[in-house]
């Protein structure tokens, strides 16, 4: 007569495979909070950065605005100079004009240049915006400016890119600057401290969807 095999239920008190992952998973945090800790470690310098936000994807004048409500977060004055845009209002703009004690805002462009069609009257709005940039660049009250749509401004031969960065270079210590826009020239790129090139994967636009309140404006 054959004997049927005995069956066993597994040994719960043993190691199981989430067991396995759970030690490797541990192992693995450790060894990245040692190489973030002696990174942290060794970041110690303080000093106002530029933080250069460029490329074809949306999100950068977005990306602008948060760092300066984030400033305003703690205690910081802020500025904004708008170049190029003006034509449209945007929701940042009526926001932070709640706030004029916090956040000094200068729209200083007349619209899109395939809207304006107007180079010269382009021009001298790039130079009198860059007036006001530079006037915030030499007050060490404020604590960061946003140049939104900068970029676009250089890119096109609005503004000279050596006078720019050269306002940028003799700024307060510890001011931080944001400049945003398409088409970041290569030599404020090498200045910056911080780059992003943001790359469209997707946009609403591109299936019939107009510009939308509190998402594009």
Wanted: aromatic fraction near 6%; proline fraction near 5%.
């Amino acid at each position: 007569m054959t004997q049927e095999p005995i069956s066993r239920e597994p040994d719960s008190t043993g190691p199981t495979d989430d067991d396995g992952r759970n030690t490797r998973h541990r192992e693995r945090m450790v060894r990245k909070k040692a190489v973030i800790d002696d990174k942290i470690a060794k970041a110690q310098r303080d000093c106002g950065v530029i933080v250069v936000t460029t490329g074809n994807g949306k999100g950068k004048s977005s990306s602008g605005f948060g760092m300066v409500m984030r400033a305003m977060g703690h205690g910081m004055k802020t500025g904004v100079v708008q170049f190029i845009k003006g034509a449209i209002p945007t929701g940042e703009e009526k926001f932070l004009r709640r706030f004029p004690e916090a956040c000094e805002f200068h729209v200083m462009g007349e619209g899109y240049t395939w809207d304006t069609q107007d180079r010269e009257r382009d021009i001298a709005k790039a130079q009198a915006a860059w007036a006001q940039a530079r006037r915030m660049l030499r007050d060490p009250a404020i604590g960061l400016v946003l140049f939104d749509e900068l970029n676009i401004a250089l890119k096109l031969g609005y503004l000279d890119v050596d006078t720019v960065i050269a306002d940028l270079k003799a700024r307060p210590e510890m001011q931080h600057v944001v400049i945003t826009g398409r088409g970041a020239p290569q030599a404020l790129i090498d200045a910056a401290h911080t780059v992003t090139d943001m790359t469209p994967v997707k946009h609403a636009f591109a299936e019939g969807i107009r510009a939308q309140p509190g998402v594009e404006m």
